[in-house]
């Protein structure tokens, strides 16, 4: 019978802590990623509605459609609160969104355009304003996350092998460099999202002062244009951290 010594079992218990450790960071990367998930899917649903009110073949029917849509947009925000409790609580807007569309008459097709997607950015900003500083705090805890997961998890267990064994398997170096890739991509992506986040709460609190002000369809749409491209680029850099 094989005997270990108190050393030896202090080592693998050492050793095992260190994976379970591991374990739990990844853990926590994969539900803040889950999270962030869920609130680009509600930015989602409001570029929806954008998207339909800036037409250039907008009609009253179109508008009704995105009326509809704003009940998708409290029932995205209204599933994100529940399933997030501890996050910003965001305000159901969808009710207000749709009420602002079809409470706008009397006007002819353009006109009402403009004032329903007037109306739309004021009654979306506090939503958008809690989303995005959702967003930009899970950014920050995943690029810390990467960051402690490469200091604690990587760099220190790969220089304590080394040190120890004084021979490293070409395996062993290439699993190490493959996950100090992936944990140097996931940091520097995640601050790409948290400035696509500071970015666009920034750019849709300037609309909606803008919109206070004189403004018409054309500028109007092309601001929003500009707001839709950084929820695609925010969009973007997600999908190439799940790679």
Known sequence: RQEFSAE???????AWKKIVD????????DAAGNQMDGALSVLKEYSKILSQLVGDDYTDALGESSATLGKSLSNASDAYNKQYPTASHLPAV?????????????????HRQAQILKDTIEKANPLVQGLMGDVKKIADTMATNYKDYETSHLETPFKEVANESRRLTV?????????LSRARVGQALAKKVGQAATTYAAAHQVLVDKTRERMDLKELIAE????????KAAQDIKAKMDK
Not at 8 to 14: F, L, P, V, Y
Not at 171 to 179: F, Q
Not at 225 to 230: I, N
């Open 8 to 14: 030896d079992t202090t080592k693998a218990d050492n």
């Open 171 to 179: 395996t062993t170096i290439s699993v190490v460099y493959d996950d």
């Open 94 to 110: 969808g009710g207000d969104i749709a009420n602002a569309i079809r409470l706008v008459g009397g006007l002819y097709i353009h």
């Open 22 to 29: 591991t374990y739990d960071v990844e853990k926590k990367l």
């Open 224 to 231: 929003i244009q500009t707001l839709r491209s950084e929820v």
